[in-house]
């Protein structure tokens, strides 16, 4: 249980009723954070959730430590180094979390070095001094409803999936209203901000695979 509140990000107390059956009801933001677990095991064993190696990576750009310059301390490749801190992998191996979890509790209680980064300013991530405890998955920086502006390449995103639902049912109701909402004020929160993310991947991803199925219908014909 403890191990899926780590993953999902989901309070064990609030787990804990859902599985007893004590609530009749559940916050579509709980049924989201529970959908995004892996149905099946990592691919390889011994991996762990990359949360909170991808919160140590973002204190650090707080710090003003750009994705290249963590890239060159830890020895990891910055195209993983982005991945991680912008919440696209959902496990690590671990030789990466080893050398992660090195690097921050080398370069956590140092001085800043200077401003943040863009996306740590934009995105309001706070420097590793701010967190009480960093693998507690209940203390969260920026809080879940704090509002985040948004890029002109994100808000394309969500324009795409709006684009790509018009006539096509939702996974959730609200989220519908959700994308609108924030289409219309170029904010939202982190949560949404991640959801955006994931969502357009997989929109492209049932975009090429329509498209693959009308040529090969198209070459049939």
């Not at 579509?28 to 762990?48: C, F, Q």
């Not at 590793?128 to 994100?154: A, G, V």
């Not at 993310?197 to 492209?204: C, L, N």
Request: aromatic share 8%; charged share 25%; net charge positive.
């Amino acid at each position: 249980m403890r191990a899926i509140a780590k993953a999902s990000g989901l309070n064990y107390v609030c787990l804990s009723h859902i599985t007893r059956g004590a609530n009749k009801a559940t916050h579509h933001a709980t049924i989201r954070s529970l959908k995004k677990l892996p149905t099946t095991p990592p691919s390889h064993i011994g991996y762990t959730p990359a949360w909170p190696y991808e919160r140590r990576l973002q204190s650090l750009q707080a710090a003003g430590y750009s994705a290249a310059k963590l890239a060159e301390i830890s020895g990891l490749s910055r195209a993983l180094i982005c991945k991680i801190t912008l919440n696209r992998a959902d496990w690590v191996s671990p030789e990466t979390a080893k050398k992660v979890t090195a690097m921050w509790e080398n370069l956590a209680t140092k001085p800043v070095i200077g401003p943040p980064t863009k996306t740590a300013t934009r995105r309001l991530w706070e420097t590793p001094m701010m967190w009480d405890d960093i693998d507690d998955p209940n203390e969260q920086h920026p809080e879940p409803r704090t509002l985040i502006q948004l890029t002109k390449r994100e808000l394309g995103f969500a324009e795409s999936i709006l684009d790509y639902y018009e006539n096509k049912p939702w996974p959730l109701k609200r989220q519908r209203r959700t994308f609108r909402r924030l289409v219309e004020s170029g904010h939202t929160t982190s949560p949404t901000l991640r959801l955006i993310y994931r969502e357009y991947t997989r929109v492209m991803t049932e975009r090429s695979r329509e498209a693959r199925k009308r040529k090969t219908i198209g070459q049939a014909a």
